[in-house]
Antibody, heavy 117, light 107 residues
Framework: QVQLQESGPGLVKPSETLSLTCTVF????????WSWYRQPPGKGLEWIGF???????NYNPSLESRVTISVDTSKNQLSLRLNSVTAADTAFYYC???????????WGQGTLVTVSS | DIHLTQSPSFLSASVGDRVTITCRAS??????LAWYQQKPGKAPRLLIY???TLQSGVPSRFSGSGSGTEFTLTISSLQPEDFATYSC?????????FGGGTKVEIK
């Protein structure tokens, strides 16, 4: 059974860079697309962007200037970097796999990142 | 960006009730729509994809319909474990976006 696990600092200072890793267990990074999502506490979900196992990416234009998503197939991991964070970036961050049907059936449990000094 | 509007945003219902949630897209998205269930502190769970296909392992009381700009999620007989927030997502074009969510609470 495929499992995804997000990890990284739970607290980031304003103007610094948020860095998260998603490790895939029980399955391979290839040949899938993988996305990062986020959800501010008590609010709706937002798609951040995706990375293909080949390394190609696509980002939400609302975040494109600040975000980088990458993949490391040797470690079965994908990563998220979001720079110049503000309090508005405080959210639960999730990684998810886009299945062969084109939809996101596997999600990590999520990790809360708080932006605060 | 394609905007998804869900209604209602809040719904109070009893066990056994039939529940319908609507998701309207600001432009046509064919059938590129998913429905998720989310409980507090948990990740979204995919219920329906391609507007009407039941995800493996999801109870048959859940069903989806629609295409173009109007979609519905129906729970035929609400069970205690169904009290949660439901959200729609389109995957028609980038960026993918979500509806604002519908919270289903116990009456």
């Amino acid at each position: 059974q495929v499992q995804l696990q997000e990890s990284g600092p739970g607290l980031v200072k304003p103007s610094e860079t948020l860095s998260l890793t998603c490790t895939v267990f029980g399955g391979s990074i290839s040949p899938y697309y993988w996305s990062w999502y986020r959800q501010p506490p008590g609010k709706g979900l937002e798609w951040i962007g995706f990375v293909h196992y080949s390394g190609s990416t696509n980002y939400n234009p609302s975040l494109e200037s600040r975000v980088t998503i990458s993949v490391d197939t040797s470690k079965n991991q994908l990563s998220l970097r979001l720079n110049s964070v503000t309090a508005a970036d405080t959210a639960f961050y999730y990684c998810a796999r886009r299945d062969s049907n084109g939809y996101y059936g596997y999600w990590g449990q999520g990790t809360l990142v708080t932006v605060s000094s | 960006d394609i905007h998804l509007t869900q209604s209602p945003s809040f719904l109070s219902a009893s066990v056994g009730d039939r529940v319908t949630i609507t998701c309207r897209a600001s432009q046509g998205i064919s059938s590129y729509l998913a429905w998720y269930q989310q409980k507090p502190g948990k990740a979204p769970r995919l219920l329906i994809y391609a507007a009407s296909t039941l995800q493996s392992g999801v109870p048959s009381r859940f069903s989806g319909s629609g295409s173009g700009t109007e979609f519905t999620l129906t729970i035929s007989s609400l069970q205690p474990e169904d009290f949660a927030t439901y959200s729609c997502q389109h995957l028609s074009s980038y960026p993918f976006t979500f509806g604002g969510g519908t919270k289903v609470e116990i009456k």
